[in-house]
């Protein structure tokens, strides 16, 4: 077997797994020439893996760089590459994965920073998102072995070439799609629906429009269901030079979002960009948290109220397994860090030489499930995947 193809890792875990040598927990997985994994929950005990491979650069062409009107974008998205998008399964909470599926190729994949490709997973039905030249969808009906599309969701052309997006999947089978949008020339958040697994679109929605020219216009907005088919998104707004992280929430069965609120209390003025968006949680009755990033430190925050400190640091994610209490990973130099939030905890070092991790619970099982781009800050990545 040939160790240096980039599946080669994945594949030999599952040769081992299926004639009896499965690994320990604690077991990892690493995937060369790829980038900004996402993991997600399917049931039955099943782990879902997406992740993207880069190819070769795409040329520097008007239309990605600039507005419909000839004007300069806003934002900060890289050039465009040719890339792949990959899915892979495991069946055994992560020890293992089986070789991964080719889902599609897209001539400008966003991929890095965290744009990349986005997995919601219900039953036997994946929608995979991605933003190349537009933002689109992909789906299967049969467990990932077959896949259709693409399906345009941005109604606008060229709207989303920022690259930055999410996908939430809901109890009952719905999705909603956010996305960094440009179509009126400053930066707003919209939004779409589907209630097929991806094959169709609702109209597109503006979710949220700053009053003050624009949104923050190159951190990732966040989109999450509850278990009652709640919904809330969260992005970094910008207003009179404060990119603080704001959030709105629409209850099960409404017809459009509440009023929009900032996340905590304390501000951040700042000339730029930081590049952070942070995560949602779930907590339960409509309500939910947030882990962000400010200044160099990452915060939580339990709904309305002040926020609590954790640590220096960026790009955090976290997950909170019923009433136990929150996990938080995130960077902290060129290491990743976890920290469980209870009184007298302190952050822990768990992978070094990484960045933009992914976190579930590992389904059937204690502990965690993480995964995460590991490699230089330029040049060729791998994704990791590993139970902690």
């Known amino acids: 077997m040939n160790l240096s193809s980039p599946v080669s890792v994945v594949a030999l875990a599952y040769v081992l797994a299926s004639v009896g040598f499965a690994p320990p927990a604690g077991a990892r997985v690493e995937i060369a020439a790829a980038a900004q994994p996402r993991v997600t929950l399917g049931g039955a005990g099943c782990v879902w893996l997406v992740y993207g491979q880069p190819g ?3 040329p520097a062409v008007a239309d990605h760089a600039a507005h419909a009107d000839g004007k300069k974008a806003k934002g900060h998205a890289p050039r465009g590459r040719s890339g792949e998008l990959l899915v892979a399964r495991s069946t055994d909470g992560g020890n293992t994965f089986a070789p991964a599926t080719r889902v599609a190729a897209l001539p400008k994949l966003a991929l890095g920073l965290r744009r990349g490709p986005r997995l919601a997973v219900h039953g036997d039905r994946l929608t995979v998102t991605a933003i190349g030249d537009e933002m689109v969808s992909f789906g299967s009906t ?4 077959t896949w259709g599309g693409p399906v345009r969701i941005n109604e606008v052309a060229t709207s989303a070439r920022e690259g930055l997006h999410d996908l939430a999947g809901g109890p009952a089978g719905e999705l909603f799609v956010t996305w960094l949008d440009l179509r009126n020339g ?7 629906m589907s209630r097929d697994g991806g094959r169709s679109w609702a109209r597109n929605e503006l979710v949220y429009k700053s009053p003050d020219k624009s949104i923050c216009e190159c951190c990732h907005p966040v989109a999450l269901f509850d278990a009652e088919g709640n919904l809330a998104v969260m992005w970094r707004n910008s207003i009179e030079g404060a990119r603080d992280m704001w959030m709105t929430t629409r209850a099960r069965g409404a017809a459009g979002f509440g009023p929009a609120r900032k996340i905590g209390e304390g501000t951040w003025k700042i000339a730029g960009c930081p590049m952070d968006g942070g995560q949602l949680l779930a907590l339960g009755g409509g309500r939910f948290g947030a882990v962000f990033q400010r200044n160099g430190e990452v915060f939580l925050a339990r709904g309305e109220g002040p926020e609590t400190r954790l640590g220096a640091g960026k ?5 909170q397994d019923g009433n136990a209490a929150p996990v938080v990973i995130w960077q902290q130099g060129t290491d990743l860090v976890r920290m469980e939030v209870r009184d007298g905890a302190a952050p822990v070092k768990v992978a070094a030489e990484a960045r933009f991790p992914s976190v579930v619970a590992s389904p059937g099982a204690e502990g965690l499930l993480l995964a995460y781009e590991r490699g230089p800050a330029r040049g060729a990545t791998s994704v990791v995947v590993e139970r902690l």
Request: glycine share 16%; no cysteine.
């Open 56 to 58: 070769e650069a795409a």
């Open 142 to 145: 049969d467990g990932g072995r």
């Open 186 to 192: 400053a930066m707003e958040l919209w939004g779409a």
């Open 315 to 319: 790009q955090p994610v976290a997950v």
